[in-house]
């Protein structure tokens, strides 16, 4: 989910999204990182949009803010688009970080995922704008894989965990630090069908309004 921001004046498509972290492994520190990453590689591909015959440049305004004191109402009773909401922990139920949706607006971030690479955040942001992971997990041959490739995935060696190791053993699959956001990336969000009110604004995806509790490892 996100608040798309047409600007006719300036030939600007802004995505406007915003992260409120919390949680007992949410920082300051990680609010500015995960929104620094973010940025960085959607950014990266410097895209430009057509839409409605004329072509504007794509900016993707993120920010992070922490926020230990956030309440559930907060997050279930919010109405802003742009608004996402992440719980950070060390654990997951999951044992990966995930979001509660394609196109939704809350999720969950496991500690180790985002300290491990700076392609975890802008990964699963891909999803709350409304990317799904590819059907085709083989990616031999091709330049760099595009950011929604998952954990897993069959890969050139210089892109594996380990470019010694056989193609999908240990190590031997890809390491998501060399993910990046290509331009199919961007084309696949599929902007040009977005429909802008007269005040240049439209929303990618749904309210989710998940408040995460504090997850706790089985015994």
Known sequence: MALAQLIQSSSQLIIHSHFYIYGDAATELLAKQISNDISQHWNEPKATVLYKQHWYKLIFDIKGVYEPQLKPEDVWY???????????EEYSPLDISFVDGIGSNTGYFKLANLLQTSTTAAHEYGHMIGLHHPKELDVRGHTAPGIMYPRGTLCDPHFQYDPAATPGQKGGTLDPKHRKVLTDDIQ?????KLDFDDA??????????????????KE
């Open 200 to 217: 240049g604004f439209a929303v990618l995806g749904d309210f989710t309004s998940i408040y995460h509790a504090h997850y706790l490892p």
């Open 188 to 192: 696949q969000l599929k902007l040009h």
């Open 78 to 88: 919010n109405t802003d688009p742009k608004l996402f909401f992440f719980r950070i």
